[in-house]
């Protein structure tokens, strides 16, 4: 089997790590770098568990192969650390948008990516924008109030840093 | 034993943010994925891939270190077939191997498997396994399952039935003689995933330090997967530790005992290393224990005052190939035909049930279990009926409904309907709805135009939390029932709550927490709430039949109570009073000449036990709780949903959806509310979308997320809920489950509103997921009988 090195940053740590060349993204944060925040829920790139940012992007981490994140950024849910993060954490908390905690870290990071635009956004709009995330527990009302919250917050402060 | 809430101030009845929540906000969850463990095998399952055939030959590679890959002889002297057997007359056992054996029997049973360093290594070591399968027909749809000529499953069976049952009460046929309008319809609810988004996990490692078998497993049913795992690997249950860690949701689909489980733990005895089965999304589509797969044909009869007389039910599951342990292959056809009289006054009532056997993966239990079934076959006859004698549907449910005057009411099918106004809930949904208002957009419609508007509803009586009795009625070998608890207070004055029950999502860790801060006046985050392991915890039968609240809600509740008292006591030493002068206030115990702190009372009786001479040893507590009245807590709602149809292209959207239900005395709002949208959602998931698709060969079509539709977040609207809150006479605060009634009437529901949008045409939408090709197709065929007429 080859190997490829993979120079990648993960959560602000630049990091050199050797795969397997048809290592995810995904099994390289967890078994590489043993950050099991990120979850596999199909591995098909359906269910939207696994997502990861990368360089600012939301991308499925089971469909990203490791090598092609070579000189890429990558942030995890476990390196959501600003204000905007916590703020979409205790909407979460108090919308009622996570039950089991299996899908919540793709949602809480594509909630963030969502919120860090500083877009105004309806329910609708919301919904729409977390469609490639599956939540089995809650019916997503509480995550779309949630993010929708958190995300008038944002736009109140406006402030991104 | 009811007990009223008597704080509720931070406990019973408070909207709290969950304690678990914390930790999966952060990523810090750990599911058995999660788990670190050194020198690890990760195990891959070779699966067959022909729902019926002979297994003639299965070789392992040459070359190949052989204790890396295990086949059905290797396995044998390790681990028996697990045998679900149930005492219902002529029932047919099927045992359930672990790896295939002579046969195999669906899409996706165990055959062998092999061990890596990693998954993918382990895959492409079990790929060089030769499997040589002559393949079979297949037994597959529920139509043809009793043809003389069907594929038998089991060769030595001279059918598919593993059992069938019958029951009469009352006189159907006086009552058809006397009705004003009968009815005869046929209902059928496809098969379905269940799909907890963690799919199964297993592993397993033998701890030679201690002699101790330690099997991780997302289980709802931690203890009972140590008692069968000890029963099957023939070793003492001493030796034997389960450990369910945080589950990613379970639904019904991990609360079954499942070959995987045996294999990973017999194999773990055998081998230096442990040993780990992450279940992959194809897996968990056809390896998984499913759900529904019912057909009904129904009779009813009803008076011009639309009284209904009598009900006829002919009840056919599609069980699959074996039967599940403790469940076995009649819980769906058994449960449905107690539960089709539903929140009705019925007095005629005739039934026949036929649990099938096919190529198909096993049944399991599956939130709502045989109930959206029931209901949907109740409740859309209801609705027919109504139609056929020009009432309106909700006016119908209220003419027919057990009223308050008659709780607690003893049901048809013998079940106590404890409390509530079931009437009355219906009466709600129509205002939340706001159906006069529908009603009359309904009529402004353009007849010209391609859009119709329905407004459905569906009601229910939900079964909860039901005890042993219950169990042994259905069959069931294993009579669950009693859920245990152990409060300790240690010497800090912290409380740390031990129970048998797993919190598979729910919230439990927050809900007991507030159950015992009722009864201490503390903080309820301050409680520590261990579930899920064996060895620490209290037995207690698992998290299933919307149980756990009321139990070990019951149990923790005791627990407690026992607790304070003790504490009391040891208050009443120490202040020099009558214990009876004392109570809990805000984490302290306080009379009316002083008090002290808990962590105070607690240093003084557990490091100087001395100054408390009068009071025994130990500040904790054991309580095991079962239910007063046997058959349990009887939840019940009515929901409604308001749909639009396009009539060219069969397409349904759904514009509201409404929920009354009445849980008894609610512990946490937004746990009990997350608990009915999430259950809704599925629901929907029922209605609308969701199918696992089997061709004629019994090869599943839908075994990805691309195929097999979820409900998204477009898909879900933003649910009304209103709650009554009628306490159950027989529970601890009058709590009632809630933990499956959301996904209970949302088929009927929908398909009540979809057939109320096209009644003009006269389509029935008899048939689950109302996809738009199901509701053209009605229309194709209301037309041709209209054009026959």
Redesign the interface.
Known sequence: MSTVTVKVNVNGTPRTIEV?S?TSLADLL??RV???????????G??G?CTVLMDGLPVRSCLTLAASCDGAEVV???GLDDADAHRL?QH???E?A????????GM?VTGYELVRRRTEMD??Q???A??G????????????RAVQKANDDGMAVDDLT | MRQEPRLRRNGVGARR??H????????????V??L?LPGVQEVAFLRSQVAHGRLLAVTKPEGIDESRIWTAEDLAPFALPLTATSTLPGFRAAPLPNLAEGKVRYVGEPVALAMAG?R?EAEDLAALIDVDIEALPAAVHIENLTDPDSPRVHDEWPDNIFATTQGTVGDVDVAAAEAAVSITREYKLNRQAV?????RAVAAHYDRNIDQLVVWSSTQTPHMLRDMLAELLNIEGRRLRVIAP????G?GAKCSIYPEEVALAAIALQVTHPVRW?E??WEAMVATTQARDHAYRITAHASADGRLLGVEADIRVNAGAYSVHPWTATMDASMSAAMIPGPYLLENYRFTTHSLASNKAPLGPYRGVARPGACFAIERTIDDLAHELGLEPWEMRVRNMVTPDLMPFTSIARKVYDSGNYPEAVRRATQLMDHDEWRRRQADRPVSGRRRLGIGYASFTEQTAHGCIEWASRGLAITIGKEGARLVLDSTGAFTLYVGIKS????LETTLGQVISEVFDIDPASVTVIHGDTALTPRGDGTFASRSMVMAGGASFGAASQLAEKVLAIGADLLKVDASTLSFTDGKVVGETGGISLSQLAREFLFTPDHVPNVDGGLEATYFYQPEVQTGAFTYATHAAVVEVDLDTGEVDLLDYGVVEDCGTVVNP??V??QI??????GLGSALLEELVYDDDGQPKST???DYL?????E?P??KIEHMETPSPYTVFGMKGAGEG?AIAPPAAVANAVTDALREFGALINETPVTPERVWQALQVADRERNDA
């Open positions: 397997e048809r967890r078994d043993r950050l099991t925040g990120t979850h596999l829920g199909c591995e098909q359906v269910c568990s995890t849910v476990e954490r979460f908390s108090t009622g996570l039950q089991c905690g299996f899908c919540t870290s809480l329910r609708d919301v919904a729409c977390l469609a995330n599956i939540c089995r527990c809650t019916g997503y009302n509480g995550i779309i | 943010p969950r678990e929540d914390e930790r999966h906000l952060h990523g810090r969850g750990k599911f994925a999660d670190d990693s993918a799909v907890p988004l963690e799919t945080d589950m990613g949701g639904f992450i992959d999304r598979h999502g729910q919230g937004l746990i509310d997350g949208i999430g259950g809704v959602a599925q990805s997320f691309l979820l409900p998204g977040p477009v879900v933003e649910l959301g």
